[in-house]
């Protein structure tokens, strides 16, 4: 069945280091992926998105690119601030919209 | 305002009783869904509602109903609760027949539930 891997935590950095958490998903067809990040205290909300192949989804700095051929969507951004401290959620979705499949979530810690 | 709103937020109760969180949105979505957040496993989906009238069974349901009332609200019921259903509830909402169609979901705040 359809699933998402995602590289577990807690990930700890320093401020101003380089981030990557690995995502990885089983599907069949083409679904959209997504990475939903969620704050101390408060529900998820999209980080960013790609809704087909080789698709680079951008925000806040953050950055994943839709990969078919090794199926991954992995997120990076190239200098992490103490604000990026949260849990960050690896998503897809089938065309049809039926239902999400979500990874278990990445704890990043980012220490001043 | 948050645009998917649950309530309560915090809920502390005891095995055997009846519990209700609640959910409302003011996006005017059609899909409205139930997850449940628990540490090292993930969002796990209950229940999932596509209008009204459609009701679906997520891949957890089991001890749990649901009640859509309306488009813009979504229950869920633990009709006996059990300790183990100690966990952090969401709901969210999705647009999948609107213009606005992105394939996002739209979560609320969250309900921390708590059986003793």
């Known amino acids: 069945g359809d699933s998402v891997t995602q590289m577990e935590g807690p990930v700890t950095l320093s401020e101003e280091a380089f981030l990557t958490i690995n995502c990885t998903y089983t599907a069949t067809g083409y679904p959209s992926l997504f990475w939903y990040v969620q704050y101390p205290g408060e529900g998820l909300q999209l980080l960013l998105k790609a809704t087909k192949a080789d698709d680079k989804g951008s925000n806040k700095g953050f950055e994943a690119t839709y990969r078919k051929e090794t199926t991954s969507f992995h997120l990076e951004k190239g200098s992490v601030q103490v604000s990026d401290s949260a849990v960050y959620f690896c998503?897809?979705?089938?065309?049809?919209?039926?239902?999400?499949?979500f990874g278990t979530g990445t704890s990043l810690t980012v220490i001043p | 305002d948050a645009d998917v709103t649950q309530t309560p937020r915090n809920r502390i109760t005891k095995t055997g009783k009846r519990i209700m969180l609640e959910c409302s949105q003011t996006k005017g979505h059609d899909r409205m869904y139930w997850y449940r957040q628990d540490p090292g496993l993930g969002l796990r989906l209950i229940y999932y509602?596509?209008?009204?009238?459609?009701?679906n069974k997520g891949e957890i349901s089991d001890g749990y109903s649901v009640s859509r009332q309306a488009q813009a609200k979504f229950s869920l019921s633990l009709e006996s609760a059990i300790p183990n259903q100690t966990a952090l509830y969401f709901c969210?909402?999705?647009?999948?027949?609107?213009?606005?169609?992105?394939?996002?979901?739209?979560f609320g705040e969250g309900s921390r539930l708590t059986v003793l």
């Open positions: 509602s596509f209008d009204v009238k459609d009701i």
């Open positions: 998503a897809l979705v089938k065309n049809t919209g039926n239902q999400f499949y």
């Open positions: 969210a909402t999705s647009d999948f027949r609107g213009r606005s169609n992105t394939g996002e979901l739209f």
